[in-house]
Nanobody, 117 residues
């Protein structure tokens, strides 16, 4: 059982920045694809950004140019740098680890991000 622990959420003013971190247990982090998702009440969880084990990245159109996903395999950690935050970025952000070839999916517990003045 691999565990994911997110941190870095909080309250920030519009235009501000936050950096989310997700630390993973286990020894297979470097072989895993990682992603950040977000969810607001009454809506489906949506992909924000992903980074493959080969470090290919993908972003939702709504965050392109503002958010950056990165990973540190030595620290078993994936980051989401969020700049120029908008009120519509308010959500619970979840970290996801997956190895589709092995049918492995793990989720973190989520961290709240609130963008408000």
């Amino acid at each position: 059982q691999e565990q994911l622990v997110e941190s870095g959420g909080g309250l920030v003013q519009p235009g501000g920045s936050l950096r989310l971190s997700c630390s993973a247990s286990g020894s297979m982090f470097s072989m895993s694809n990682m992603g950040w998702y977000r969810q607001t009440p009454g809506k489906q969880r949506e992909l924000v950004a992903s980074i493959s084990r080969g470090r290919s990245t993908n972003y939702a159109d709504s965050v392109k140019g503002r958010f950056t996903i990165s990973r540190d395999n030595a620290e078993n950690t994936v980051y989401l740098q969020m700049n120029s935050l908008k009120p519509e970025d308010t959500a619970v952000y979840y970290c996801k680890l997956s190895r589709p070839w092995a049918s492995v999916v793990y989720w973190g517990q989520g961290t709240q991000v609130t963008v408000s003045s």
